[in-house]
């Protein structure tokens, strides 16, 4: 079967660790996991809120309708994945913190070959360019133009350049396809660091390009920068001013202050941007359990607790919120510009890559966390436009509970104490499991909410955060 680059990189030496974990088992949740699980009373403030959001949009001449914009991607994070973790974690009639916006739509997830023709299933990378520029690539591809190879300004460098605080958080590399799709432009998504360059000859700074995406992201100088990477920053520079330095180093040099987990990250100053590397690529998983098997595994309940995880890792609700913190206190009083922010959720797709459902199901619900505190956030200033979507679909498949599926399958006793069958068919044993070419959810809370009824283009995000922040 031959590999689009969708997966290159993404997945060195997890399944070990996973699986040593599955053999913690019977865990039980906390019972806190339903704490952001509102009914239809919620549902009802939310829709008020969004259109008090459109209210104050309208009502303030010459200012853009946003202060602020916090978009969240769930990578490959589709209705299947959304489901099996609302049935897992709150209950099939419970709700996730992402399901009380009021205000949703679908968008299309699709991508183009070099001559513009729809190639019907995207990878990360050029599903980041499209929202991240609105404008559809190839796969594999950062932020630069099918056939042309041409870079394309993305929301980061626009905000930024309209006098926005920018921020982007994630729990893969921050050189991973996602956050670079905000800082960088490459032909391909595996040219992370300066050793990475195989498949990006004209970016190389030799050939007169901007370099790598580390290199692209130190100089594109994000505010606030959390995730994963250490070892893409690790990597020397090979050409241009800083050559013979470690792009850490450069960063340094740029004013960046590097934090390595969660008290760095809390004591970090406000003056001065924030990199934040807290593991060599990915940040380890939240949950741990028994991956799919062909003929299905024994009723599983997850762990909720990775030993694999060091105690001083952030969640991606805490970056979230110090991300928050930091670019609160960089907004420009005089104008009243606040901030871009970023957040992905990137584990969601690598352990549904490895039919791993208890991770997956960890990660969603530790998004489903980050949501809930930009929610608050935008409660408490409701000049903040709050975007909840994936990149893609991915492989998962909800089946009756006395199915035989042909392909991986396993059963998770949920919270609730139901019985529930997930599927993944997509690759057979020992392969990884595909993205999927579905459309997906999209929601959204505060001014211009709106935006994001119906069936929309997936580039079409891109207008939605200019026009929400005055952005030309
Ligand atoms: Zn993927």
């Given at each position: 079967?031959?590999?689009?680059?969708?997966?290159?990189?993404?997945?060195?030496?997890?399944?070990?660790?996973?699986?040593?974990?599955?053999?913690?088992?019977?865990?039980?949740?906390?019972?806190?996991?339903?704490?952001?699980?509102?009914?239809?009373?919620?549902?009802?403030?939310?829709?008020?809120?969004?259109?008090?959001?459109?209210?104050?949009?309208?009502?303030?001449?010459?200012?853009?309708?946003?202060?602020?914009?916090?978009l969240l991607i769930g990578?490959?994070?589709?209705?299947?994945?959304?489901?099996?973790?609302?049935?897992?974690?709150?209950?099939?009639?419970?709700?996730?913190?992402?399901?009380?916006?009021?205000?949703?739509?679908?968008?299309?997830?699709?991508?183009?070959?070099?001559?513009?023709?729809?190639?019907y299933v995207t990878d990360?990378?050029?599903?980041?360019?499209?929202?991240?520029?609105?404008?559809?690539?190839?796969?594999?591809?950062?932020?630069?133009?099918?056939?042309?190879?041409?870079?394309?300004?993305?929301?980061?460098?626009?905000?930024?350049?309209?006098?926005?605080?920018?921020?982007?958080?994630?729990?893969?590399?921050?050189?991973?396809?996602?956050?670079?799709?905000?800082?960088?432009?490459?032909?391909?998504?595996?040219?992370?660091?300066?050793?990475?360059?195989?498949?990006?000859?004209?970016?190389?700074?030799?050939?007169?390009?901007?370099?790598?995406?580390?290199?692209?992201?130190?100089?594109?100088?994000?505010?606030?920068?959390?995730?994963?990477?250490?070892?893409?920053?690790?990597?020397?520079?090979?050409?241009?001013?800083y050559r013979g330095r470690?792009?850490?180093?450069?960063?340094?040099?740029?004013?960046?202050?590097?934090?390595?987990?969660?008290?760095?990250?809390?004591?970090?100053?406000?003056?001065?941007?924030?990199?934040?590397?807290?593991?060599?690529?990915?940040?380890?998983?939240?949950?741990?359990?028994?991956?799919?098997?062909?003929?299905?595994?024994?009723?599983?309940?997850?762990?909720?607790?990775?030993?694999?995880?060091?105690?001083?890792?952030?969640?991606?609700?805490?970056?979230?919120?110090?991300?928050?913190?930091?670019?609160?206190?960089?907004?420009?009083?005089?104008?009243?510009?606040?901030?871009?922010?970023?957040?992905?959720?990137?584990?969601?797709?690598?352990?549904?890559?490895?039919?791993?459902?208890?991770?997956?199901?960890?990660?969603?619900?530790?998004?489903?966390?980050?949501?809930?505190?930009?929610?608050?956030?935008?409660?408490?200033?409701?000049?903040?436009?709050?975007?909840?979507?994936?990149?893609?679909?991915?492989?998962?498949?909800?089946?009756?509970?006395?199915?035989?599926?042909?392909?991986?399958?396993?059963?998770?006793?949920?919270?609730?104490?139901?019985?529930?069958?997930?599927?993944?068919?997509?690759?057979?044993?020992?392969?990884?499991?595909?993205?999927?070419?579905?459309?997906?959810?999209?929601?959204?809370?505060?001014?211009?909410?709106?935006?994001?009824?119906?069936?929309?283009?997936?580039?079409?995000?891109?207008?939605?955060?200019?026009?929400?922040?005055?952005?030309?």
């Open positions: 079967m031959s590999r689009t680059p969708t997966h290159r990189g993404r997945h060195r030496g997890r399944r070990g660790a996973a699986v040593a974990a599955a053999l913690l088992v019977l865990v039980t949740l906390p019972a806190a996991s339903t704490a952001d699980g509102p009914g239809a009373a919620h549902r009802d403030r939310a829709a008020a809120d969004d259109a008090r959001g459109r209210t104050a949009a309208q009502t303030v001449p010459g200012r853009a309708p946003a202060d602020n914009v916090i990578d490959g994070m589709g209705d299947a994945e959304i489901t099996a973790a609302r049935d897992y974690s709150v209950g099939a009639a419970g709700r996730l913190a992402l399901d009380t916006l009021a205000t949703t739509g679908r968008r299309t997830t699709f991508s183009v070959d070099e001559r513009g023709r729809p190639v990360s990378a050029a599903g980041a360019t499209a929202w991240a520029t609105g404008r559809r690539t190839v796969n594999g591809r950062v932020s630069k133009t099918p056939g042309t190879n041409r870079p394309l300004p993305t929301l980061l460098e626009k905000a930024r350049r309209h006098g926005y605080a920018t921020g982007s958080v994630t729990t893969a590399s921050v050189a991973d396809a996602t956050p670079a799709a905000l800082t960088a432009h490459v032909t391909d998504r595996s040219c992370k660091g300066p050793a990475d360059m195989a498949e990006c000859p004209a970016d190389t700074r030799a050939a007169g390009g901007a370099g790598s995406v580390v290199e692209q992201t130190v100089a594109a100088r994000p505010d606030v920068l959390l995730g994963g990477g250490a070892d893409h920053f690790a990597q020397t520079v090979r050409d241009g001013p470690t792009v850490l180093e450069q960063a340094r040099a740029a004013g960046y202050q590097v934090v390595r987990d969660r008290a760095e990250l809390t004591a970090a100053r406000t003056d001065r941007p924030v990199l934040g590397l807290f593991a060599p690529d990915y940040l380890p998983v939240e949950w741990t359990g028994t991956p799919a098997a062909p003929g299905g595994t024994a009723p599983q309940r997850c762990a909720v607790h990775n030993p694999a995880r060091p105690a001083g890792t952030p969640t991606l609700a805490e970056s979230t919120r110090a991300a928050l913190d930091q670019l609160t206190a960089r907004r420009d009083r005089a104008t009243g510009k606040g901030f871009f922010l970023q957040v992905e959720g990137a584990s969601i797709d690598d352990r549904a890559h490895e039919a791993d459902p208890c991770g997956q199901i960890g990660e969603t619900v530790a998004f489903d966390r980050a949501v809930a505190v930009a929610l608050a956030y935008a409660g408490r200033h409701p000049r903040t436009l709050v975007i909840v979507t994936a990149d893609h679909g991915h492989a998962t498949q909800i089946l009756p509970e006395d199915a035989r599926p042909p392909g991986l399958s396993s059963t998770l006793v949920t919270d609730e104490g139901g019985r529930m069958l997930l599927g993944y068919a997509t690759a057979g044993s020992g392969g990884t499991q595909e993205h999927t070419g579905v459309t997906v959810p999209v929601a959204a809370r505060g001014p211009l909410a709106h935006r994001v009824l119906g069936l929309r283009e997936n580039t079409e995000l891109f207008g939605t955060v200019c026009a929400a922040l005055g952005l030309r």
